[in-house]
């Protein structure tokens, strides 16, 4: 069974841009989660999605917004770069109940210039 | 603010020693509980998985688990030095928060 795959695996933006990210979860997998981690706030929660609803949301800005589409793929779209933007950012997919292990894909590393 | 804490490290062992990784978290409601191991510049791995309160083992590992204190441990017998990476205690609240908390994760050294 194929895993998660994120595309692409390396962006290199400048600020004011907007960049979109895709994942591809686990075949039979109804949630696809997002997180940004960097080294100084380690993996922080940006949302979840399950079924084309998005089921929570993290502390992030407005210019952080996600969808996800009725094959379960999803992509997150971040709009008017800035330099603190400059992240891995990992997808994971699971089944979507609390129990469910999530499973990561390897992630898109983010630079903005 | 839900809170997921672990020691950041480094904590160094010696091979074959037993490692001990320490996690708390401060949401009480909490039902789930994981173990992730990141190598550098990969994505974290599933190592164990955590529900109830006690030991759960799986070949090396061991974790455990105590509710009424609000503390999740990862033990590490027989350490390699293929083990050494950060290793990311998650919590999950469950209910209708449907998102995984992370620590910041502990580094763990394995000198041969």
């Known amino acids: 069974k194929a895993g998660v795959t994120q595309t692409p695996r390396y962006l290199i933006k400048t600020r004011g841009q907007q960049v979109t990210l895709s994942c591809s979860p686990i075949s039979g997998h109804r949630s696809v989660s997002w997180y940004q981690q960097t080294p100084g706030q380690g993996l922080q929660f940006l949302f979840e999605?399950?079924?084309?609803?998005?089921?929570n949301k993290g502390n992030f800005p407005g210019r952080f917004s996600g969808r996800q589409f009725s094959n379960s793929r999803s992509e997150m779209n971040v709009s008017t770069l800035e330099l603190g933007d400059s992240a891995l950012y990992l997808c994971?997919?699971?089944?979507?109940?609390?129990?469910?292990?999530?499973?990561f894909g390897a992630g898109t590393r983010l630079s903005v210039l | 603010q839900k809170e997921v804490e672990q020691n950041s490290g480094p904590l160094s062992v010696p091979e074959g020693a037993i490692a001990s990784l320490n996690c708390t978290y401060s949401d009480r409601g909490s039902q789930s509980f994981f173990w992730y191991r990141q190598y550098s510049g990969k994505s974290p791995e599933l190592i164990m998985s955590i529900y109830s309160n006690g030991d759960k083992e799986d070949g090396r590992f061991t974790a455990q688990l105590n509710k009424a204190s609000q503390y999740v441990s990862l033990l590490i017998r027989d350490s390699q030095p293929s083990d050494s990476a950060t290793y990311l205690c998650?919590?999950?609240?469950?209910?209708?928060?449907?998102?995984?908390?992370f620590g910041k994760g502990t580094l763990l050294t394995v000198n041969p």
């Open positions: 994971a997919s699971s089944l979507g109940g609390a129990r469910n292990i999530q499973y």
């Open positions: 998650a919590v999950h609240s469950g209910g209708s928060n449907y998102k995984l908390t």
């Open positions: 999605y399950f079924s084309e609803t998005q089921r």
